[in-house]
């Protein structure tokens, strides 16, 4: 079945610092792929999106590149802030499982000042 | 544009009773979906709604259900509550089903059961 792997947190920065959060999946077809975070005590927000190989979402300074060769869907920012910190979940939905959001097991990133 | 709501934010049960969660969705959304937020278990889809018709079930034991109204509104209801059903409740409304529809998510409600 379908399935999204994140690396293990938690990922501690100091403020300014390049942050990468790996994402593979495993899925047949072409999913679509996600990043959500969330912040303490709040919902999901989406942070951005990619639809087809190659794509790059990118929002509020984040951004990730759909690779099909290599199934991925990394998270970057090249200067994180402290307002940052949260957890990020790395998603994907896909027409052969309904299109529900299969959800990494998220990773709590925390940035110091 | 309101977004996601669900109320009640928090709520606080005892085992064998029941609950009933409501959430409303953004204006013009005819998706709604639930998903169950645990330390555990993480993220996992529990049902979705279009048109007041169940279109997808997640694996969750028929203590689980659902219902959409005509105006896009959802509730979900757990029966006979087990101390493992604590957990944050997330709804999601979407314009439609697709890869491409995205899903705004509610600020959840989170269940405790003692």
């Known amino acids: 079945g379908n399935s999204v792997t994140q690396m293990e947190g938690p990922v501690t920065l100091s403020e300014e610092a390049f942050l990468t959060i790996n994402c593979t999946y495993t899925?047949?077809?072409?999913?679509?792929l996600f990043w959500y975070v969330q912040y303490p005590g709040e919902g999901l927000q989406l942070l951005l999106k990619?639809?087809?190989?190659?794509d790059k979402g990118s929002n509020k300074g984040f951004e990730a590149t759909y690779r099909k060769e290599t199934t991925s869907f990394h998270l970057e920012k090249g200067s994180v802030q402290v307002s940052d910190s949260a957890v990020y979940f790395c998603?994907?939905?896909?027409?052969?499982?309904?299109?529900?959001?299969?959800f990494g097991s998220g990773t709590r990133l925390l940035v110091r000042p | 544009k309101a977004g996601v709501t669900q109320t009640p934010r928090y709520l606080i049960k005892t085992r064998g009773q029941q609950v009933t969660l409501s959430c409303s969705p953004i204006?013009?959304?005819?998706?709604v979906s639930w998903y169950q937020q645990t330390p555990g278990q993480g993220l996992q889809f529990l049902f979705e709604?279009?048109?007041?018709?169940?279109?997808n079930k997640g694996n969750f034991p028929g203590r689980f259900s659902g219902r959409q109204f005509s105006n896009s509104r959802s509730e979900m209801n757990v029966s006979t509550l087990e101390l493992g059903d604590s957990a944050l409740y997330l709804c999601?409304?979407?314009?439609?089903?697709?890869?491409?529809?995205?899903?705004?998510f509610g600020p959840g409600t989170r269940l405790t059961v003692t």
């Open positions: 998603a994907l939905s896909s027409p052969d499982s309904s299109y529900k959001l299969i």
């Open positions: 999601a409304s979407s314009l439609g089903k697709g890869g491409s529809y995205e899903q705004y």
């Open positions: 204006s013009g959304h005819r998706s």
């Open positions: 899925a047949t077809g072409y999913p679509s």
């Open positions: 709604y279009f048109s007041e018709t169940q279109r």
């Open positions: 990619a639809t087809k190989a190659d």
